[in-house]
Structures are given as C-alpha cells and as structure tokens.
C-alpha cells in the first residue's frame, strides 16, 4: 500500500468541498442550500488544516460557519414568506445559463492553470504551528490595512444596523 | 497515486470558483446569490493559501494573512447584504433579484 494519508486527505477534504459547492447550485430548498454551503465551507477549512494553515482553518470555522451561516440562516428566516419554505415546484429557468457559464470559466481557469504548470516548489513545508508568526506580521508588517480593516468593520456594524433598522408605521409598507 | 501539489489545490480552487459563478448566474434568491459569492471569495482565499503554502521562497507568512483580510470582508460583505437585503424584503416583499429594479419607492 503505497497510498500515501496526505493525498487520501487531499482527497476527502477536496470531495467535500467541491461536492456541495455544486449541490449550492442544484438544491431548490434555500435552507439545504445554506446547508450545503456550511459542508462545502467545512472543507475548505480542512483543505486549509492539509496545507499547515491551522489557524486559519479554525478561524474558517469560527467565523464562517459559526458566524456567517449564522447570519445567513436569520436572513433566509426573515426574508422568508412561506412559513413552511416550500420547494420551487419547477426548475429555475436560469439554471442551465449558470451551468453552462460555470462550465465554460472552470475551462479556461483549467486550461490556463495547467497551461501555465506551476511548479510546486518546497514552499514552507513543514513550519509548524502558525498562530504566533500570523500574530507578529499583522503587528508589525501588516499594522495599517490591519487598522484599516478594525475601522472598516465599525463602519459595517454602524451602517448594517442603519441599513437594516425597522421603519416607522406608515412610513413604507 | 501522484504526490498532492500545487496545481491540485488550484483546480479544487477553481472547481469552487465555477460553483460560485453558476450560482450567482442561476439563483433568483438573493439569499442564495450571497451563498455564491462565499464560495468564490473562498476559492480566491483558498488559491492564496495554496500559494503561500507551495511556492513562497522562505517561512513567509504573506498569502494566509491575505486570508485573515479576505475572511474579515466577507463577514463585512455578508453583514451589509443582509442588512439591505432586510430592508429591500421590508419595502418590496420580495428578495427575489429579476423583480428587484427599484432603488427607492
């Protein structure tokens, strides 16, 4: 057995990531949607674990699945007008155009990545655990677009709670 | 069984990219559409890990804190679409994109 654990990893955690991404675009259900999306997110932060990045494949789970989802769900919630979020009784009609688009970009994005041959290089290959030297460059290299973003996300609480906030009776139905 | 390198991760990368072209394309729900865009800001931060992983020369650090960045604007970005989408569902009663034409009432 020559089956290396790495690539059946590889494997695995690269099934279940691109599986559900393609189920987010043939689900009718909008909750399995969002469903599929919180599977095909969970790989993505287990293909991130495989290429040493711990910290960011936690931080992948903490903030996409335990926030944004989160979030996702309340939108799917309240923007919903069945109660009981019935499926779509037909297939979208756009759904072949998306199909179809998608198809012809993951050809070019193949034909030009693989055109192309990178090489994979040793890279940091075995640099162990992340945490501390993510920790230092954004205090000392990445200071200003790490400030940046710490306003960027005041401005979003302040305008999304703005944005979102409940009209007066009988301002706008 | 060929040894897992770069060009594996780029093309799940672009798998995912694809995924989330067609489905910002194809869906009427705008909830939905905003599940797309996850999905290629994924496939984007994914490529940067990748390459960060693979070909950086030395120990750099450089492509995952583009990661951090690219995370913390996505919630930024799902925050605020939320928000208007509240209120578009509020005005209009709908969150469906082909009927939403209308800034303002």
């Known amino acids: 057995m020559d089956i290396n654990m790495s690539t059946v990893m590889f494997f695995a955690f690269a099934l279940l990531a691109v599986f559900p991404a393609f189920m987010v675009l043939f689900a009718k259900d909008i909750v399995r949607v969002a469903f599929w999306l919180l599977a095909s997110l969970s ?41 009981l979020l019935k499926r779509a009784r037909h297939v979208e009609r756009s759904v072949v155009t998306g199909i179809v688009t998608g198809a012809l970009v993951f050809a070019a994005l193949a034909a030009v990545i693989l055109g192309i041959g990178f090489e994979s290089g040793k890279g940091r290959a075995d640099g162990g655990a992340t945490t501390t030297a993510l920790g230092e460059a ?29 009209r007066k009776e009988g301002a706008h139905a | 069984m060929p040894e897992i390198g770069l060009n594996h991760f780029l093309i799940v990368s672009a798998l995912l990219f694809s995924a989330g072209i067609g489905v910002v394309i194809s869906r009427k729900n705008a909830i939905a559409v ?72």
């Open chain 1, 43 to 83: 790989g993505v932060a287990g293909l991130y674990i495989i290429m040493g990045a711990d910290f960011l494949g936690l931080t992948q789970v903490l903030v996409y699945i335990g926030g944004i989802l989160v979030l996702i769900l309340f939108g799917i919630m309240m923007t919903s007008k069945d109660p």
């Open chain 1, 138 to 166: 954004l205090l000392t290299d990445y200071i200003l677009p790490f400030e940046v973003v710490s306003v960027l996300l005041l401005f979003v609480l302040c305008g999304a709670a703005h944005v979102a906030r409940r």
């Open chain 2, 34 to 105: 905003l599940c797309g865009v996850e999905l290629i800001l994924n496939a984007a931060a994914l490529n940067f890990v990748a390459f960060n992983r693979y070909s950086t020369p030395d120990a750099r650090l450089d492509g995952q804190i583009f990661t951090i960045f690219i995370i913390i604007l996505a919630a930024a970005e799902a925050a605020v679409a939320l928000a208007i989408l509240l209120n578009l569902f509020q005005q209009t009663n709908t969150v469906d994109v082909d009927e939403a034409d209308t800034m303002k009432e």
